[in-house]
Nanobody
Framework: QVQLVESGGGLVQPGGSLRLSCGAS????????MGWYRQAPGKERELVAV???????NYGDSVKGRFTISRDNAKNTVYLQMNSLKPEDTAVYYC????????????????WGQGTQVTVSS
């Protein structure tokens, strides 16, 4: 009933920048927090950044000062601006949203996007 679609991944050289986007659509009454997670080969999925409905962001230690999360509530979209990228940032990045679903009755549910690959390499 709710779909998350990510875009913006790709190949970038160390020190470069990328901007990820994730749009939510479907039976949405409201969206609570939205965030980005990543998973590198052989590693567990980890938090990159999360943002509340009010716009307060929190970041994983490894990306503080380099990444910025933002959202456009009117578009149900969350962004991740990634600067000063390092090879260790290489991973599949997943969008996450906690949604108040409106489908005859309301309930909260957690949704994930399909993931977008980010590769940092020279």
């Amino acid at each position: 009933q709710v779909q998350l679609v990510e875009s913006g991944g790709g190949l970038v050289q160390p020190g470069g920048s990328l901007r990820l986007s994730c749009g939510a659509s479907g039976s949405i009454f409201s969206i609570n927090h939205m965030g980005w997670y990543r998973q590198a080969p052989g590693k567990e999925r980890e938090l990159v950044a999360v943002i509340t409905s009010g716009g307060s962001g929190n970041y994983g230690d490894s990306v503080k000062g380099r990444f910025t999360i933002s959202r456009d509530n009117a578009k149900n979209t969350v962004y991740l601006q990634m600067n000063s990228l390092k090879p260790e940032d290489t991973a599949v990045y997943y969008c996450n949203a906690n949604v108040r679903v409106n489908s005859g009755y309301s309930y909260n549910a957690n949704y994930w996007g399909q993931g977008t690959q980010v590769t940092v390499s020279s």
